[in-house]
């Protein structure tokens, strides 16, 4: 793991909002590629928060995030590169709801069927990316025993997770105390970088009153957020496949203030926070969008690019664990936590002078050089465990040759 400067927005910074796209596009499919089955018909009025589409399989719900009509089901770019189906509806911005049922003042008040009820047709997921149905880490048999928040949001340009953090503070906390209360969970970790004294001082002003929610300090290097690291880190064990295999579930930040609005307002997943950050951009801010706006269209609306997008690198995330894009013609995903236009001056690559640097700085202890080596021996691939790669960016990062190794090990992974 390196010390990596980057260009972060302050939290104190306000939060903007541009919740009046003209279209949004509802995808049918997720980065993790779970198929979503359509409830709606072209030409149908469609309400905000309305229940468009859903997976049959694990029973999971997506909503529209305006009202309007639906006008067409057209494949369009999410962040992964690939263009996926999407319902696209017109909004009449007139942010019309169907049916709402008002939800409880005390959020601590709901019993565990009710909390999971709602969890379940919510929508929400992991807001740090993984794109993971929240309700899948309560359906679990296994009790819970610790709550990890994770606050660390270590890529270069990315803050929304900070602003977050440090604006919603209160509601936060709310939140955390009222889930303990209703699972049953006797302790409660908020991960926070060391060295973020802004989001430490307000939380040290409330945290007292929640004697079993602590404040737990991590260093600020890349990729210290990831969970895996977080959960040996802070509770000294290690897990197979998921944190509640040892009665543990870590949250993103930015997910426990989605909980927050499901509990006290029965709001459904359909806006997030995200950060739009880099040279190329005329307005540096974290923005609440909804779900399905078109990103050309966010960032016309906040003053467009600084210079010709051609000049440009166009990030789906941030610049070490993103993904580059051929043009702003992208949905705004659930998992989408960002978007970084930087020069575009990457350097061909050259070859491989076996330095070993994508080596020693894999946060998982793989070999993504030999992984790359071997890219179609499958034998040999099988070996080198290139499932456990959390393609984090690292070994494109050091490479002093330029291979975006993280590519080739990436395919390794999807081959298996």
């Not at 390196?2 to 306000?14: E, F, L, M």
């Not at 060391?194 to 307000?202: G, H, Q, R, S, T």
């Not at 993904?323 to 989408?336: M, Q, Y």
Request: glycine fraction near 6%; aromatic fraction near 8%.
């Amino acid at each position: 793991m390196i010390d990596i400067n980057s260009s972060k927005i302050s939290c104190t910074k306000r939060i903007e909002s541009y919740l009046k796209p003209i279209i949004v596009y509802i995808p049918l499919e997720s980065k993790t590629q779970i198929t979503y089955r359509p409830l709606v018909n072209i030409g149908d009025y469609i309400y905000k928060g309305e229940v468009v589409a859903i997976n049959m399989t694990i029973d999971f719900p997506i909503h529209s995030s305006v009202s309007g009509y639906l006008v067409d089901i057209k494949d369009m770019m999410i962040d992964t590169r690939k263009k996926v189906p999407c319902l696209v509806i017109e909004n009449d911005y007139k942010e019309k709801y169907k049916d709402r049922v008002g939800a409880k003042r005390n959020i601590s008040l709901y019993n565990k069927k009710e909390f999971l009820y709602m969890l379940n047709n919510s929508g929400i997921v992991g807001l740090s990316g993984n794109d993971y149905p929240t309700i899948l880490k309560y359906t679990n048999k296994n009790d819970i025993n610790y709550l990890i928040v994770n606050g660390i949001e270590c890529e270069p340009y990315l803050s929304s997770d900070n602003a977050v953090m440090y604006q919603k503070c209160e509601e936060i906390l709310e939140t955390i105390d009222a889930m303990m209360e209703i699972l049953k969970i006797s302790k409660c970790y908020i991960a926070v970088k060391e060295n973020n004294d802004k989001v430490i001082n307000k939380y040290l002003k409330y945290i007292n009153s929640y004697p079993n929610i602590k404040l737990y300090g991590i260093a600020d290097t890349y990729p210290r957020g990831w969970e895996r690291y977080l959960v040996k880190t802070i509770c000294d064990v290690e897990y197979n496949k998921y944190p509640i295999e040892k009665n543990i579930v870590v949250e993103n930040v930015e997910t426990i203030y989605a909980i927050y609005e499901l509990l006290k307002y029965n709001r459904p997943l359909t806006e997030r926070v995200i950060t739009i950050n880099g040279e190329g951009f005329a307005n540096k801010v974290n923005v609440k969008v909804k779900i399905g706006t078109l990103a050309s269209e966010l960032i016309s609306s906040l003053g467009g690019y600084s210079k010709k997008k051609k000049d440009y690198l166009f990030l789906a995330g941030g610049p070490l664990s993103g993904k580059s894009l051929p043009s702003d013609e992208l949905v705004i995903t659930k998992n989408l936590c960002g978007i970084t236009v930087i020069p575009n001056n990457v350097e061909s690559p050259t070859e491989c002078i076996k330095c070993g640097k994508c080596i020693k700085n894999c946060p998982v202890n793989i070999l993504p050089v030999v992984i790359m080596n071997n890219i179609n021996n499958q034998k040999m691939l099988d070996k080198l465990h290139a499932n456990k790669c959390i393609e984090c960016g690292m070994c494109s990062y050091v490479c002093p040759a330029k291979i975006n190794v993280k590519e080739f090990v990436k395919k390794a992974k999807e081959n298996k």
